[in-house]
Each structure stands twice: as structure tokens, then as C-alpha cells.
């Protein structure tokens, strides 16, 4: 019995003869996975990487502003954050003006320090609270009052397939960039004035 069931296991480990459409059918589905995954996958690097270099081109724009800019001013800033993402809405930017006041040596003890901070579509702006214990670790080391800006931005991205096909959903993508002001000492705000200290 077991000689009979080896020649059959030999017999059918020998065998080359396939049909097409059984390979076929076994092939395509892993086939259409794969170039469906590869797409998706290359097209979330690509949403992620407009939504960086959007947020780098508001952030040197904003950087080289000489005059107080105002609501409208950012509002437009915003505009043009979801035109260079190739985005929709929902896109907000926050903008915050921030400065070491105290310690600026010390990364561990230094005291920073809001100059304003404004957002659209309604988002909280920022307390002195907030950059110190959400921030502190990513802006980097300043001079006794130096400021930077702090640009915060959003953009959606949303798959073309399916995540039961690919593994990716839709997300959120947030990122913060600093940027030092290049022809003025501060970026100031409407109605504020510019400080000094």
C-alpha cells in the first residue's frame, strides 16, 4: 500500500502538464493586489510629500513678510496650502510666533514663550501652556528673545482603493515647520504690534 501511494506522490510530483486558466485564476487576483498596493502605496508618499513642501513654501513666505499680517492674510495662506497639496477641505494652517525668554541655553530649562498664535477654521490657537509641554522638544535652541515661526499644517488624504485591498485608510497628515524670520526681526500681528523683548 505505502509502494502504491509513493509511485502515485512521484507520479504527480513528475506531472507537468497544467492547465492555463487554472494558473490563470490562481495568478491574476495577486497580480491586480499587487499593482493596486504598489499604486496606493506610492500615491500616500506622494500626498505626504506635497503636504510637507506645501507647508515649506507657506513657512518661507510667512518668513519673509516685513509687515503685520492679519486673519485674511492667513486665510489665504490657507488657500493656497490646499491648492499646492492638491488637497480639499478639510486643510487648516496655524501659525505661532514663538521666543525663549528665559534659560535659552538650557534645552531642558528654557522658558518659551508665545508672541500670538492664530489658526483657521476655527482651530485653538496656542497658550504658553501648550508650547511648553507639547513643543518644547522640537523647536529648536534660540537666542535670548529670538523668534520662530511655527507653522502647523493639515491636509487630508483619502486612498484611491479600498483598505480591505491595500491596508491603508484615509488619514490625517500634520506637520510643523520652523522657520526663523529672514528680513525682520519678528512676524508681527495686525492690531498687536510688534514686542520688543
Same mark, same amino acid.
Given at each position: 500500500?505505502?509502494?502504491?501511494?509513493?509511485?502515485?506522490?512521484?507520479?504527480?510530483?513528475r506531472d507537468d502538464a497544467?492547465?492555463?486558466?487554472?494558473?490563470?485564476?490562481? #495568478?491574476? *487576483?495577486?497580480?491586480?493586489?499587487?499593482?493596486? =498596493?504598489?499604486?496606493?502605496?506610492?500615491?500616500?508618499?506622494?500626498? !505626504? +510629500?506635497?503636504?510637507?513642501?506645501?507647508?515649506? =513654501?507657506?513657512?518661507?513666505?510667512?518668513?519673509?513678510?516685513?509687515? *503685520?499680517?492679519?486673519?485674511?492674510?492667513?486665510?489665504?495662506?490657507?488657500?493656497?496650502?490646499?491648492?499646492?497639496?492638491?488637497?480639499?477641505?478639510?486643510?487648516?494652517?496655524?501659525?505661532?510666533?514663538? !521666543? /525663549?525668554?528665559?534659560?535659552?541655553?538650557?534645552?531642558?530649562?528654557?522658558?518659551?514663550?508665545?508672541?500670538?498664535?492664530?489658526?483657521?477654521? %476655527?482651530?485653538?490657537?496656542?497658550? +504658553?501652556?501648550? #508650547?511648553?509641554?507639547?513643543?518644547?522638544? #522640537?523647536?529648536?535652541?534660540? =537666542?535670548?528673545?529670538?523668534?520662530?515661526?511655527?507653522?502647523?499644517?493639515?491636509?487630508?488624504y483619502d486612498p484611491p482603493?479600498?483598505?480591505?485591498?491595500?491596508? #491603508?485608510? =484615509?488619514?490625517?497628515?500634520?506637520?510643523?515647520?520652523?522657520?526663523? *524670520?529672514?528680513?525682520?526681526?519678528?512676524?508681527?500681528?495686525? %492690531?498687536?504690534? /510688534?514686542?520688543?523683548?
Amino acid at each position: 500500500m505505502f509502494s502504491c501511494l509513493r509511485n502515485r506522490l512521484r507520479g504527480f510530483h513528475r506531472d507537468d502538464a497544467a492547465s492555463l486558466s487554472v494558473e490563470a485564476v490562481l #495568478i491574476v *487576483p495577486l497580480l491586480l493586489w499587487a499593482f493596486l =498596493a504598489t499604486f496606493t502605496f506610492f500615491d500616500v508618499y506622494r500626498s !505626504k +510629500n506635497l503636504a510637507l513642501k506645501g507647508n515649506y =513654501a507657506i513657512s518661507d513666505l510667512l518668513s519673509r513678510e516685513v509687515v *503685520p499680517i492679519n486673519m485674511e492674510y492667513l486665510l489665504g495662506i490657507e488657500d493656497v496650502y490646499t491648492y499646492l497639496t492638491q488637497g480639499g477641505d478639510p486643510a487648516w494652517v496655524r501659525v505661532t510666533v514663538v !521666543k /525663549c525668554s528665559e534659560d535659552c541655553h538650557d534645552p531642558n530649562n528654557r522658558v518659551l514663550k508665545r508672541d500670538w498664535s492664530y489658526a483657521t477654521d %476655527g482651530l485653538a490657537s496656542h497658550s +504658553n501652556t501648550d #508650547i511648553a509641554r507639547d513643543y518644547a522638544d #522640537i523647536i529648536p535652541l534660540l =537666542a535670548l528673545g529670538e523668534r520662530v515661526i511655527m507653522v502647523e499644517t493639515k491636509s487630508s488624504y483619502d486612498p484611491p482603493f479600498s483598505v480591505y485591498l491595500t491596508g #491603508i485608510e =484615509a488619514r490625517d497628515m500634520i506637520d510643523v515647520v520652523m522657520t526663523r *524670520p529672514r528680513f525682520a526681526a519678528q512676524l508681527c500681528w495686525e %492690531g498687536q504690534g /510688534c514686542n520688543p523683548n
